[in-house]
């Protein structure tokens, strides 16, 4: 876990907003939910990440430092809602009928798939360019490159060189 990227009340911050969420959902199912485990460790692009079968969220420290009110009224109820849905209804649709249900009814929540975070600063990217404008190219392709892979610009077809 890398609890090491955040306070102790950060994470204190989010445990209570996770046990308030399944608060709510026991009230709402009038039934005893099993809390998930959760972990902290820095995920890409993701903020959270549910592990359906593990009984497990997953939440990008970084980004939470970032975005702390966010997580907590946003990110947090989309992952338990993940759970919940695996739990009641099993494998269905990810942001389906049941999921926003969840979100809208249980939490009051929009029922957004995605986050719109700035990821710039938790994101390993390389600037390249082209012709025509620059390119922020993954870890995984600039090394490509290194390795001898070509990636051309896909409108003005001239290859991509680093900056």
């Given amino acids: ?49 549910a592990f359906l079968q593990q009984n497990r ?34 494998r269905v649709k990810p942001h389906g009928n049941e999921w926003q249900s969840i979100m809208i009814e249980v939490f009051g929540c929009e029922a957004k798939t995605t986050h719109s975070f700035d990821i710039k600063a938790v994101t390993n990217t390389v600037a390249y360019s082209c012709d025509c404008s620059e390119h922020a190219l993954s870890m995984r392709r600039h090394k490509s490159i290194i390795t001898g892979t070509r990636y051309r610009c896909r409108k003005c077809n001239t290859e991509l060189s680093q900056n």
């Fill in 1 to 49: 876990m890398a609890t090491r990227d955040l306070s102790e009340q950060q994470q204190h911050e989010i445990h209570a907003a996770l046990t308030a969420c399944y608060d709510k959902a026991d009230d709402y199912f009038n039934r005893q939910f099993v809390r998930p485990h959760l972990s902290f460790r820095r995920s890409g692009k993701n903020a959270g990440t």
């Fill in 57 to 90: 969220i997953n939440l990008h420290p970084l980004l939470f430092k970032q975005n702390q009110q966010a997580f907590l009224e946003e990110v947090i109820p989309h992952e338990v809602s993940h759970l919940l849905v695996w739990t009641l209804f099993g």
